[in-house]
């Protein structure tokens, strides 16, 4: 049981560039969800998926992309990579709301991007 | 809106020393309250949880309290352990959010021995 994995650890991108961040997920969670670390900010919600084929804007969405064609993959999509998207990303998963354990979100370890 | 407020850091404090961050919150609809921890190098774990007033969240021997009347959260440990170094972060998640989850800005501790 892996639990939540994210691809790559690191990566290097220059202003302009796209990528696409993978997370996938082994638990069968129907919630997944991509978080932007900022040093000072915590982490903020940047999209989020309640099921497969069903996404939706966090609080600072713009800039990327996502999509749910299955239960376990989660991809987020930079467009056009910003200096201003340099940061730690970090997906999750969770049961769907309303079970009792919906609450208890599953991190991955992260992916550092810096884009110069 | 939601909004998560914890104590600066960092906290610098010395082997078996109590520990406390404070974390205060405001939040529409009635709120479910997270501590996750991250340690160095990896992905946030969750620490412990409460999701009604007056109960008391316990895990590796940190506690936090509910306290509705204060919408607070503090969380506490009675003798740390260098292995505490890590970031500290509290949150919030409420009925009307779809499982949001709202941080606070996290808590660095280093405990040095």
């Known amino acids: 049981n892996a639990g939540v994995t994210q691809t790559p650890k690191f990566q290097v991108l220059k202003t302009g560039q796209s990528m696409t961040l993978q997370c996938a997920q082994d638990?069968?969670?129907?919630?997944m969800s991509w978080y932007r670390q900022d040093p000072g900010m915590g982490l903020r919600l940047i999209h989020y998926?309640?099921?497969?084929?069903?996404?939706d804007q966090g609080e600072v969405p713009n800039g990327y992309n996502v999509s749910r064609s299955t239960t376990e993959d989660f991809p987020l999509r930079l467009l056009s990579a910003a200096p201003s998207q340099t940061s730690v990303y970090f997906c999750?998963?969770?049961?769907?709301?309303?079970?009792?354990?919906?609450?208890?979100?599953?991190f991955g370890p992260g992916t550092r991007l810096t884009v110069t | 809106g939601n909004s998560v407020t914890q104590m600066e850091g960092p906290v610098t404090l010395s082997e078996e020393a109590f520990l406390t961050i404070n974390c205060t919150y405001t939040?529409?609809?009635?709120?479910?309250l997270f501590w996750y921890v991250q340690y160095p190098g990896e992905g946030l774990q969750l620490l412990l949880k409460?999701?009604?007033?007056?109960d008391k969240g316990s895990n590796k021997g940190f506690e936090a309290t509910y306290r509705k009347e204060t919408t607070s959260f503090h969380l506490e440990k009675g003798s740390v352990q260098v292995s505490d170094s890590a970031v500290y972060f509290c949150?919030?998640?409420?009925?009307?959010?779809?499982?949001?989850?709202?941080f606070g800005a996290g808590t660095q501790v280093v405990v040095t021995p």
């Open positions: 998926s309640v099921g497969a084929g069903i996404t």
């Open positions: 409460a999701t009604k007033a007056d």
């Open positions: 638990m069968n969670h129907e919630y």
């Open positions: 949150a919030l998640v409420t009925t009307d959010s779809w499982g949001k989850l709202q």
């Open positions: 999750a998963s969770s049961w769907a709301w309303g079970q009792t354990s919906s609450y208890e979100q599953y």
């Open positions: 939040a529409t609809g009635y709120p479910s």
